[in-house]
């Protein structure tokens, strides 16, 4: 396997002492790999991306990051670090409403260092939105705002992005659109972890990871096809089964 | 970046931002009226000091009070320390076999000092030419015109009545008469019997005092302690309720202001915690809210001193005729009004917004 980005152990989450969100889950993503992680509503698939994305904490187990223990850091270096290395597409967009779709991507860009409004076109130009830098949200299709979304996720070159349903709210036309980005950035040679419940869509990843009430169940290896517009999508899974 | 992000917030919800920048303007308003108002308080203390004199210089016990002694008024008036004075010579004539009072004055300073005071006719403008107080002339019948002879033991003089005067006080049981024929009546040139005098600004009295004092070892300066007493006490309630119902409209302001932020971040919670998620640490999300709480405060001010000189220049207009110069401490004092009331309000909601962990806000929480 190669170099590992992330090597997360026994990662354990409970919210009120009670409910316990992840269960020991223990999983590595190589460099450069495309991690889907999958499982029913409620299985702890966003707690477990929460917390690579330095969002949270863990009650107990390890995360490192790039070679940074992530889990043990205070606030403000989890927000530098998130900074500095992910990120983070969600499935609602999460666009600023009261910004262009430029000033979305030059925010990211503002936190991090210095806003480039010229980068931050370019990046929007690279997900086939020249014509739209000057719309806000409200005048943006679902597809374009998660192209928007996703123009921001990567303006700061992070080493891993981190992507929580990014289709979950697009049509099927978009959501092909939104697929084929991400395509292309694994294999450009982006590290990617995505999260999602669609088989589809965990399909075209290197490798799926599954998630039941917050315990891991592996899946790895399957048969999948790219899919272009006007195509019956289908694919065949291999299932093997590694109890957490 | 940041006047980019300010502005585009500000724009997007401008119906909820001029809510705010008004609640301000009307709160910061009213203090900037209080000091707007200000340049108008010598006019107030003029319009108060206009019923009556409040020094008084009379002679000490065994001694004598000279004209010749009055250099220090004329320097005082010079000086604009003192608004007017009259000098007063009394004196107990005869009008046939009618005994009546007689003050000696110099009619020219006496209009000054008592621009208040009623005269149907004309004020006398040579030194045989009298005053005769109303009730006098009720009861001796003289009318403006009339002719008049007033002795003493010593001495006669004839006069004429140019007005007859109404003040509603001691002064219509009088008939005044220039002071040169006053002293003509009593047998001696220059002698005086009191001044009385008008101090430009109540708070100088006890130093005008002293310094009278000072010159005229021979005379007592007094002050006439109701009379200043209620100047002071009028001014000091006026301005004592400028700044109480200041401290309830600003209270107010601040409240609707602190309502109106906190609903805004209320709102914008999710906006809060997409900035911390993309990397931005709770301080800098804290000073970009809080920076658009002092664009609410600036404008607010600016509006509000706007308001307080528009204020001032109708009380001043209504109540004195006057015109008040906008001034750079109004300004001053409505700006930073403005901006602490508008960043006080706000931040307190803002770190609470800032301190909710981004995953809660997030997940629709």
């Given at each position: 396997?190669?170099?590992?980005?992330?090597?997360?152990r026994?990662?354990?989450?409970?919210?009120n002492?009670?409910?316990?969100?992840?269960?020991?889950?223990?999983?590595?993503v190589?460099?450069?790999?495309?991690l889907a992680?999958?499982?029913?509503?409620?299985?702890?698939k966003?707690?477990?991306?929460?917390?690579?994305?330095?969002?949270?904490?863990?009650t107990?187990?390890s995360?490192?990051?790039?070679g940074?223990?992530?889990?043990?850091?205070?606030e403000?270096?989890r927000t530098?670090?998130?900074r500095?290395?992910?990120?983070?597409?969600f499935q609602?967009f999460?666009?600023?409403?009261y910004?262009?779709?430029?000033?979305?991507?030059?925010?990211?860009q503002?936190f991090?260092?210095m806003?480039?409004?010229?980068e931050?076109?370019?990046?929007?130009v690279?997900v086939?939105?020249?014509?739209?830098?000057?719309?806000?949200p409200s005048?943006?299709?679902g597809?374009?705002q998660?192209?928007?979304a996703i123009?921001r996720?990567l303006?700061?070159?992070?080493k891993?992005?981190?992507?929580?349903?990014p289709?979950g709210?697009l049509?099927?036309?978009?959501?092909?659109?939104?697929?084929d980005?991400f395509q292309?950035l694994?294999?450009?040679?982006?590290?990617?972890?995505l999260?999602?419940?669609d088989?589809?869509?965990?399909?075209?990843a290197?490798?799926?990871?599954?998630?039941?009430?917050?315990?891991?169940?592996?899946i790895?290896?399957?048969?999948?096809?790219?899919?272009?517009e006007?195509e019956?999508?289908?694919h065949?899974?291999?299932?093997?089964f590694?109890?957490? | 970046?940041?006047?980019?992000?300010?502005?585009?917030?500000?724009?997007y919800?401008?119906?909820?931002?001029?809510?705010?920048?008004?609640?301000?303007a009307?709160?910061?308003?009213l203090p900037?009226?209080?000091?707007?108002?200000?340049?108008?308080?010598?006019?107030?203390?003029?319009?108060?000091?206009?019923y009556?004199?409040?020094l008084?210089?009379?002679?000490?016990?065994?001694?004598?009070?000279?004209?010749?002694?009055?250099?220090?008024?004329?320097?005082?008036?010079a000086?604009?320390?003192?608004?007017?004075?009259?000098?007063v010579?009394?004196?107990?004539?005869?009008i046939?076999?009618r005994?009546?009072?007689?003050?000696?004055?110099?009619?020219?300073?006496a209009?000054?000092?008592?621009?208040w005071?009623?005269?149907?006719g004309?004020w006398?403008?040579?030194?045989t030419?009298?005053?005769?107080?109303?009730?006098?002339?009720?009861?001796?019948?003289?009318?403006?015109?009339d002719?008049l002879t007033?002795?003493?033991?010593?001495?006669?003089?004839?006069?004429?009545?140019?007005g007859v005067?109404?003040?509603?006080?001691?002064?219509?049981?009088?008939?005044?008469?220039?002071?040169d024929?006053a002293?003509?009546?009593a047998?001696r040139?220059?002698v005086?019997s009191l001044v009385?005098?008008?101090a430009?600004?109540?708070?100088?009295?006890?130093?005008?005092?002293e310094?009278?004092a000072?010159a005229?070892?021979?005379?007592?300066?007094r002050?006439?302690?109701q009379?200043?007493k209620s100047?002071?006490?009028i001014l000091g309630?006026?301005?004592r309720?400028?700044?109480?119902?200041?401290?309830?409209?600003?209270?107010?302001a601040a409240?609707a202001v602190?309502?109106?932020?906190?609903?805004?971040?209320?709102?914008?919670?999710?906006e809060?915690?997409?900035m911390?998620?993309?990397?931005?640490?709770?301080?800098?999300?804290v000073r970009l809210?809080?920076s658009e709480?002092?664009?609410?405060?600036?404008?607010?001010?600016l509006?509000?001193?706007?308001?307080?000189?528009?204020?001032a220049?109708?009380?001043?207009?209504?109540?004195?005729s006057?015109?008040?110069?906008?001034?750079i401490?109004?300004l001053?004092?409505?700006l930073?009004?403005?901006l602490?009331?508008?960043?006080?309000a706000s931040?307190?909601p803002?770190?609470?917004?800032?301190?909710v962990?981004s995953?809660?806000?997030?997940?629709?929480?």
């Amino acid at each position: 396997m190669a170099e590992s980005i992330i090597t997360a152990r026994d990662l354990t989450k409970e919210y009120n002492g009670k409910l316990r969100a992840l269960d020991r889950v223990t999983v590595e993503v190589a460099r450069g790999e495309w991690l889907a992680i999958m499982g029913p509503s409620g299985s702890g698939k966003t707690t477990l991306l929460n917390l690579i994305a330095c969002l949270d904490i863990p009650t107990s187990g390890s995360i490192v990051v790039d070679g940074v223990p992530v889990h043990a850091l205070g606030e403000q270096d989890r927000t530098r670090f998130r900074r500095d290395t992910i990120g983070i597409i969600f499935q609602q967009f999460h666009l600023i409403l009261y910004l262009t779709a430029l000033e979305n991507v030059m925010l990211a860009q503002y936190f991090h260092s210095m806003a480039d409004e010229a980068e931050a076109a370019e990046a929007l130009v690279r997900v086939g939105l020249s014509d739209r830098l000057h719309h806000r949200p409200s005048q943006l299709s679902g597809g374009e705002q998660q192209r928007v979304a996703i123009a921001r996720a990567l303006i700061n070159q992070p080493k891993l992005i981190l992507a929580d349903e990014p289709t979950g709210n697009l049509d099927s036309e978009n959501e092909a659109m939104i697929l084929d980005i991400f395509q292309k950035l694994h294999a450009d040679g982006q590290t990617i972890l995505l999260v999602t419940h669609d088989p589809l869509v965990g399909g075209l990843a290197d490798r799926r990871i599954f998630l039941d009430h917050g315990r891991l169940v592996e899946i790895s290896g399957t048969d999948h096809h790219t899919f272009g517009e006007g195509e019956r999508r289908g694919h065949i899974l291999h299932h093997s089964f590694s109890p957490g | 970046m940041t006047l980019r992000i300010l502005w585009a917030s500000i724009t997007y919800r401008r119906s909820r931002v001029a809510v705010a920048c008004l609640a301000v303007a009307l709160g910061v308003s009213l203090p900037a009226t209080v000091v707007g108002l200000r340049g108008v308080q010598a006019e107030f203390e003029r319009g108060l000091q206009a019923y009556g004199a409040n020094l008084l210089i009379v002679p000490r016990s065994g001694s004598s009070l000279d004209e010749g002694s009055l250099a220090l008024l004329n320097r005082m008036i010079a000086e604009a320390r003192l608004e007017a004075y009259a000098p007063v010579l009394t004196l107990m004539g005869r009008i046939g076999e009618r005994r009546v009072a007689v003050a000696g004055t110099r009619f020219s300073q006496a209009r000054d000092l008592y621009p208040w005071w009623n005269v149907e006719g004309a004020w006398p403008e040579n030194n045989t030419a009298a005053l005769i107080g109303a009730n006098i002339a009720a009861k001796f019948g003289y009318r403006p015109g009339d002719a008049l002879t007033v002795r003493t033991p010593r001495s006669s003089v004839s006069l004429r009545v140019a007005g007859v005067l109404r003040t509603g006080g001691t002064e219509e049981n009088q008939i005044f008469v220039d002071l040169d024929a006053a002293q003509t009546l009593a047998g001696r040139s220059t002698v005086l019997s009191l001044v009385q005098a008008r101090a430009r600004r109540s708070r100088e009295l006890p130093s005008l005092t002293e310094a009278l004092a000072g010159a005229m070892p021979d005379a007592e300066v007094r002050t006439p302690l109701q009379v200043v007493k209620s100047e002071e006490v009028i001014l000091g309630r006026l301005q004592r309720l400028l700044l109480l119902v200041s401290g309830v409209v600003l209270g107010a302001a601040a409240l609707a202001v602190f309502a109106t932020m906190a609903a805004a971040v209320l709102e914008r919670r999710r906006e809060v915690g997409v900035m911390k998620a993309l990397g931005a640490e709770e301080n800098r999300v804290v000073r970009l809210f809080a920076s658009e709480a002092l664009g609410i405060g600036l404008v607010g001010g600016l509006l509000g001193f706007g308001f307080g000189l528009l204020l001032a220049e109708a009380i001043a207009w209504q109540v004195f005729s006057a015109l008040v110069p906008p001034s750079i401490l109004s300004l001053l004092v409505s700006l930073v009004v403005g901006l602490g009331v508008s960043l006080g309000a706000s931040l307190g909601p803002v770190r609470r917004a800032a301190g909710v962990p981004s995953v809660v806000v997030l997940r629709g929480e």
